[in-house]
Protein backbone atom coordinates (compact mmCIF):
# COMPACT_ATOMS: atom_id res chain seq x y z
CA UNK A 1 0.00 0.00 0.00
CA UNK A 2 1.69 3.93 -1.07
CA UNK A 3 1.42 6.51 1.26
CA UNK A 4 -1.94 7.91 -1.34
CA UNK A 5 -4.00 4.87 -0.65
CA UNK A 6 -3.09 4.86 3.18
CA UNK A 7 -4.03 8.63 3.15
CA UNK A 8 -7.44 7.83 1.49
CA UNK A 9 -8.08 4.80 4.06
CA UNK A 10 -7.37 7.44 7.07
CA UNK A 11 -9.55 10.14 5.94
CA UNK A 12 -12.16 7.33 4.96
CA UNK A 13 -12.40 6.06 8.60
CA UNK A 14 -10.50 7.78 10.98
CA UNK A 15 -11.82 10.58 12.88
CA UNK A 16 -10.36 14.22 11.97
CA UNK A 17 -8.02 14.08 15.19
CA UNK A 18 -6.69 10.06 14.34
CA UNK A 19 -5.73 12.18 10.73
CA UNK A 20 -4.34 14.83 12.70
CA UNK A 21 -2.08 13.01 14.53
CA UNK A 22 -1.10 10.15 11.55
CA UNK A 23 -0.06 13.41 9.30
CA UNK A 24 1.78 14.55 12.10
CA UNK A 25 3.77 11.59 12.54
CA UNK A 26 4.42 11.20 8.94
CA UNK A 27 5.89 14.81 8.90
CA UNK A 28 8.08 14.00 12.01
CA UNK A 29 9.23 10.52 9.89
CA UNK A 30 10.80 12.82 7.36
CA UNK A 31 13.66 13.93 9.53
CA UNK A 32 14.85 10.71 10.04
CA UNK A 33 15.46 9.57 6.64
CA UNK A 34 18.72 8.67 5.54
CA UNK A 35 20.36 10.68 2.36
CA UNK A 36 19.67 7.97 0.53
CA UNK A 37 16.05 7.68 1.01
CA UNK A 38 15.06 11.44 0.67
CA UNK A 39 17.12 11.62 -3.03
CA UNK A 40 14.91 8.83 -4.47
CA UNK A 41 12.25 11.16 -4.08
CA UNK A 42 13.66 13.82 -5.29
CA UNK A 43 13.51 14.96 -9.36
CA UNK A 44 15.63 14.60 -12.09
CA UNK A 45 18.28 17.33 -12.74
CA UNK A 46 16.12 20.26 -13.53
CA UNK A 47 19.49 22.65 -14.45
CA UNK A 48 22.60 21.54 -15.90
CA UNK A 49 25.80 23.20 -16.02
CA UNK A 50 28.26 22.69 -18.62
CA UNK A 51 32.20 23.31 -17.71
CA UNK A 52 33.72 22.32 -20.90
CA UNK A 53 36.82 24.51 -22.03
CA UNK A 54 36.65 26.07 -18.66
CA UNK A 55 39.90 26.43 -16.54
CA UNK A 56 39.47 25.24 -12.80
CA UNK A 57 39.84 28.63 -11.27
CA UNK A 58 37.01 30.27 -13.23
CA UNK A 59 34.91 26.34 -13.15
CA UNK A 60 35.02 26.64 -9.55
CA UNK A 61 33.78 30.36 -9.57
CA UNK A 62 30.59 29.17 -11.88
CA UNK A 63 29.81 25.60 -9.39
CA UNK A 64 29.22 28.44 -6.66
CA UNK A 65 27.20 30.91 -8.78
CA UNK A 66 25.53 27.84 -10.50
CA UNK A 67 24.59 26.42 -7.12
CA UNK A 68 23.34 29.44 -5.11
CA UNK A 69 20.74 30.05 -8.06
CA UNK A 70 19.93 26.70 -7.98
CA UNK A 71 19.29 26.50 -4.69
CA UNK A 72 17.29 30.32 -4.33
CA UNK A 73 14.97 29.17 -7.00
CA UNK A 74 14.31 25.90 -4.98
CA UNK A 75 15.48 23.88 -7.36
CA UNK A 76 16.49 20.66 -6.12
CA UNK A 77 18.73 18.38 -8.51
CA UNK A 78 20.93 19.95 -11.48
CA UNK A 79 23.60 18.25 -13.02
CA UNK A 80 27.31 19.70 -13.51
CA UNK A 81 29.06 18.49 -16.73
CA UNK A 82 32.46 18.34 -16.28
CA UNK A 83 32.94 16.06 -19.61
CA UNK A 84 35.52 13.22 -19.65
CA UNK A 85 38.85 15.02 -20.43
CA UNK A 86 39.50 12.97 -23.86
CA UNK A 87 40.73 16.31 -25.35
CA UNK A 88 42.96 17.70 -22.63
CA UNK A 89 46.55 17.60 -22.61
CA UNK A 90 47.84 14.76 -21.83
CA UNK A 91 44.40 12.86 -21.90
CA UNK A 92 44.64 14.42 -18.24
CA UNK A 93 41.28 16.00 -17.09
CA UNK A 94 41.63 18.26 -14.53
CA UNK A 95 38.24 19.65 -14.21
CA UNK A 96 36.18 16.41 -12.86
CA UNK A 97 38.77 16.44 -9.83
CA UNK A 98 38.11 19.85 -9.15
CA UNK A 99 34.58 20.03 -9.49
CA UNK A 100 33.77 16.97 -7.15
CA UNK A 101 36.65 18.67 -4.92
CA UNK A 102 34.36 22.31 -4.95
CA UNK A 103 31.37 20.03 -4.38
CA UNK A 104 32.78 18.01 -1.99
CA UNK A 105 33.43 21.38 -0.06
CA UNK A 106 29.87 23.00 -0.50
CA UNK A 107 28.44 19.47 1.29
CA UNK A 108 30.47 19.75 4.13
CA UNK A 109 29.12 23.51 4.73
CA UNK A 110 26.12 21.81 4.08
CA UNK A 111 24.87 23.48 0.47
CA UNK A 112 24.86 20.56 -1.17
CA UNK A 113 22.87 17.45 0.63
CA UNK A 114 24.92 15.02 -1.79
CA UNK A 115 26.16 14.04 -4.91
CA UNK A 116 27.50 11.55 -7.44
CA UNK A 117 29.47 10.94 -10.44
CA UNK A 118 27.40 9.91 -13.79
CA UNK A 119 28.04 6.16 -14.99
CA UNK A 120 30.28 7.00 -17.62
CA UNK A 121 31.97 10.02 -15.92
CA UNK A 122 31.51 13.10 -17.89
CA UNK A 123 29.09 14.96 -15.42
CA UNK A 124 27.51 14.84 -12.04
CA UNK A 125 24.41 15.08 -10.14
CA UNK A 126 24.21 17.29 -7.28
CA UNK A 127 21.01 16.99 -4.81
CA UNK A 128 20.51 20.18 -3.41
CA UNK A 129 19.03 20.78 0.83
Known sequence: MNDEELDALL????SPAQVNEALSAKESDKGTLSVGEQVKHYPKPQ???DLHGKIANEAMREIDH????????RIRTV?????????SPNMRSILPEVTEQKIAELKRVG???TFKKEKGGGAFVVYLP
Open 66 to 73: FLQNAGSQ
Open 11 to 14: KEYA
Open 47 to 49: REL
Open 79 to 87: RIITGKGLH
Open 111 to 113: NVL
